[in-house]
């Protein structure tokens, strides 16, 4: 699943921009001097797949990527000899911008998400869904003294920020296989 993310990361339609700017970075003399992006972006690239990260590590990498193939991109439209090219290219980039938008930010009301496809297209958009309530049941179950462990770094920041209001300590997150809530201080 991580080439294909890699290719809906910025949108399917922007894909081919940042996909021809890292095939013109090993190709093309013009741009020779910046192909280390382009090693760059093929080592990271084998080193997640490898070591299992996630697919939007590598989204730093994309600025450069869109930079070097935006003139080639800018240089087709203007072939096209007329605006239709241009305009419908515009209307699909806007298109799947408002599409990402919806997908990747709090856009699509709570109560509305469980009919959505959104939390099965980005995992994390469900998330950060009722994080107050889920701190109150952490601190109902608080006792001065414990450590409170999650297991991923989402619960430790629902816990961060809303846990002091309630009394708790910052989160510990070891990337633990199951989360305990709270757990004896140990006495050293």
Do not use: C
Not at 62 to 89: N, S
Request: charged share 15%; no cysteine; proline share 9%.
């Amino acid at each position: 699943m991580f080439i294909p993310d890699q290719l809906l990361n910025l949108g399917p339609v922007v894909a081919p921009v940042w996909v021809y700017g890292l095939i013109r970075l090993f190709r093309d003399s013009a741009v020779r001097r910046w192909r280390p992006v382009g090693v760059a972006y093929v080592f990271l690239l084998v080193v997640f797949i490898a070591l299992g990260g996630k697919s939007y590590y590598l989204a730093g990498m994309y600025p450069a990527l869109l930079g070097a193939g935006a003139q080639p991109t800018a240089d087709w439209l203007r072939r096209g000899g007329d605006r239709a090219r241009t305009t419908a290219f515009t209307v699909v980039v806007a298109v799947s911008f408002v599409v990402a938008a919806v997908i990747t930010l709090p856009l699509v009301p709570v109560t509305a998400l469980h009919d959505t496809p959104i939390v099965a297209l980005n995992y994390d958009a469900g998330e950060t869904v009722a994080w107050p309530t889920f701190v109150k049941e952490i601190a109902a179950a608080y006792r001065p003294g414990e450590v409170v462990l999650t297991s991923n770094y989402g619960e430790a920041g629902a816990i961060d920020l809303y846990g002091p209001a309630l009394g708790l300590p910052p989160a510990s997150s070891p990337g633990a296989p199951a989360t305990i809530w709270a757990i004896e201080k140990p006495s050293w």
